[in-house]
């Protein structure tokens, strides 16, 4: 495969179809085979510019920014297959808005090795809508709510909901251990690095994190034996104070109760035991156990209080069935 250098460097107006996106994807969509671990090197090293000044990542672009670009070496690669028509559940639509249930294992978009997401996914099934745009994201393998702008406008007015923290979501999780001390909310700054690989990863870091916090509330508890180090397992509710990248997954490992099946930040003995099958009683369970249930935001035309939300996925209940029934003979 060869390499061509971009011819030089570029200076883009966003205009209003990237108003409201976030630099990244802005990126990603002008920088057509280049890994997202390589756009997010040129932002941190300050070559990507935004009216002339360093920006992050994350950053929400406005109509009238003009954007960087340098010249970037990209793959000369083959033209990429289109990515299959999907349809996936839907929560709720209107004009505006497209809510979805997000199935674990399906990334939300393409890039970092995955040539499609559920956003170039449902452009395919949808061919006719001139605007499906994502609100926010959610991990490869959370399942759960997710939104989609179906109009500029819309897009912008949820942006500005979720930046000014109007948002109300709350997930799901099993975690390993018995969680003592009832509800409570967690405070600790997070900080995104990568590894030598590109793999981006989230630590806990007083000094050089963002501010995080996460309400947490035991739902239910089962004391279990055959878990190892574990005394058991707990379901817990999460709602998300902030949006930082894997707060939900980090913040409970630092409280030292992982997410059961969690491969960046869990715990690898339990998880591989549950999912081969090792645990006396209970089936196999090969999901990261994290689902994004509710979601409570206004409506982004008509301000009116939406309430959202999207059950357990039946495999998910059925095992948590087959788990109370383990407890109560056991």
């Known amino acids: 495969?060869?390499?061509?250098?971009?011819?030089?460097?570029?200076?883009?107006?966003?205009?209003?179809?990237?108003?409201?996106?976030?630099?990244?994807?802005?990126?990603a969509r002008h920088l057509k085979?280049?890994?997202?671990?390589?756009?997010?090197?040129?932002?941190?090293?300050?070559?990507v510019r935004v009216n002339g000044a360093r920006a992050s990542a994350e950053q929400k672009l406005l109509a009238s920014d003009q954007v960087r670009i340098p010249?970037?070496?990209?793959?000369?690669?083959?033209?990429?297959?289109p990515a299959p028509a999907l349809q996936?559940?839907?929560?709720?639509?209107?004009?505006?808005?497209?809510?979805i249930d997000k199935p674990a294992g399906v990334a939300v978009h393409g890039g970092s090795g995955v040539s499609f997401g559920v956003i170039e996914a449902l452009r395919a099934a949808r061919p006719q809508a001139k605007c499906l745009e994502l609100v926010h994201r959610l991990d490869r393998e959370t399942s759960g709510l997710l939104l989609v702008a179906k109009k500029r406008s819309a897009l912008?007015?949820?942006?500005?909901?979720?930046?000014?923290?109007?948002?109300?979501?709350?997930?799901?999780?099993?975690?390993?251990?018995?969680?003592?001390?009832?509800?409570?909310?967690?405070?600790?700054?997070?900080?995104?690095?990568?590894?030598?690989?590109?793999?981006?990863?989230?630590?806990?870091?007083?000094?050089?994190?963002?501010?995080?916090?996460?309400?947490?509330?035991?739902?239910?508890?089962?004391?279990?034996?055959?878990?190892?180090?574990?005394?058991?397992?707990?379901?817990?509710?999460a709602r998300l104070l902030t949006g930082r990248t894997h707060q939900?997954?980090?913040?409970?490992?630092?409280?030292?109760?992982?997410?059961?099946?969690?491969?960046?930040?869990?715990?690898?003995?339990?998880?591989?035991?549950l999912a081969r099958g090792q645990v006396a009683g209970l089936p196999s369970f090969k999901r990261m156990a994290l689902h994004a249930a509710s979601l409570a935001i206004a409506h982004p035309a008509t301000g009116q209080r939406l309430m959202l939300q999207?059950?357990?996925?039946?495999?998910?209940?059925?095992?948590l069935d087959t788990l109370r029934a383990q407890c109560a003979t056991g």
């Not at 999207?310 to 095992?319: E, G, K, N, V």
Request: aromatic share 8%; proline share 6%; charged share 20%.
């Open 1 to 27: 495969m060869h390499s061509a250098p971009a011819a030089q460097v570029r200076l883009l107006q966003v205009g209003d179809a990237g108003q409201g996106q976030r630099l990244d994807n802005f990126l």
């Open 33 to 47: 085979g280049v890994p997202r671990s390589h756009i997010y090197r040129i932002v941190r090293s300050g070559e």
């Open 71 to 81: 010249p970037v070496r990209v793959a000369a690669a083959q033209t990429p297959r």
């Open 88 to 99: 996936f559940p839907v929560v709720y639509e209107d004009d505006d808005l497209l809510a």
């Open 156 to 237: 912008t007015a949820l942006h500005a909901a979720l930046r000014e923290r109007q948002a109300d979501k709350r997930y799901i999780a099993l975690v390993a251990g018995l969680w003592r001390g009832g509800a409570q909310t967690v405070d600790a700054p997070l900080y995104k690095y990568l590894l030598s690989s590109g793999e981006r990863r989230v630590r806990v870091d007083t000094q050089q994190g963002q501010e995080a916090r996460t309400q947490f509330r035991p739902l239910e508890q089962f004391a279990l034996p055959g878990l190892g180090r574990w005394d058991g397992l707990t379901l817990m509710q």
């Open 248 to 273: 939900i997954r980090v913040h409970l490992a630092h409280c030292g109760h992982p997410i059961v099946g969690d491969d960046k930040y869990g715990d690898e003995a339990l998880n591989q035991a």
């Open 310 to 319: 999207a059950p357990l996925p039946a495999q998910w209940t059925q095992w």
